[in-house]
């Protein structure tokens, strides 16, 4: 893995003005660090219309299962999973949270129902990992579904209009990332 890619995309993810302009950064970004891989399926997606659904869902979610008051910790996390009857690998982003005091780990205080999210911006970047070899396919993980996942996190957290409340972004893995208004970190 890129280290100086992952700082990138940390960087590049805290100050977009919009997740479309980050993540056409971010392609170029991971072009010129990955010049084989093709991105051109990328580049056509429509991030706007991906970023609206996922905020659409968002504050569904948060309309028709509220966290309690008790909740201090949003987590967007990101999952690999497999659809039913496929061999594909797609990931996905949800939402949970946390209570006061603790940061993501086991047993969130907020799990609700339709917690997953679809988005096809992630489904693409997915589909096109089967193709690139095996570097490329870890270093896109962290440059283009990390970074894709924490500017939509930014933007879910700050339209969501939860105030004092701490937000991350990470792997089910354990890498998280802290997605505050003009901050990012491990």
């Known amino acids: 893995m890129d280290l100086e890619l992952v700082r990138d995309t940390e960087r590049i993810s805290a100050s977009s003005e919009s ?13 010129a660090a990955r010049p084989g891989c093709e991105l051109a399926s990328l580049r056509a997606r429509d991030i706007a ?9 968002f ?6 299962e509220p966290p309690s008051l008790d909740v201090a910790t949003l987590y967007f996390g990101l999952v690999e999973m497999r659809p039913a009857g496929t061999q594909d690998h797609l990931w996905a982003i949800y939402a949970c949270g946390y209570v006061a005091g603790r940061e993501p780990g086991p047993a969130p205080e ?10 096809a911006v992630l489904a693409s970047i997915s589909g096109s990992l089967a193709t690139w070899p095996e570097v490329a396919r ?9 970074g894709y996942a924490l500017l939509v996190g930014r933007s879910l957290a700050k339209t969501a209009g939860i105030s004092g409340v701490e937000a991350f972004v990470g792997f089910d893995e354990g890498d998280r990332f802290r997605i505050n208004e003009n901050e990012i970190g491990a």
């Open 59 to 64: 504050r569904r979610l948060l309309a028709v």
């Open 49 to 57: 219309a991906d970023a609206a659904r996922l905020e659409e869902w």
């Open 110 to 119: 907020w799990w609700p129902n339709g917690r997953y999210a679809e988005s």
């Open 138 to 146: 870890l270093d896109a993980e962290f440059t283009l579904i990390l």
């Open 19 to 31: 997740v479309e302009a980050g993540f056409a950064a971010l392609l170029d970004r991971f072009a």
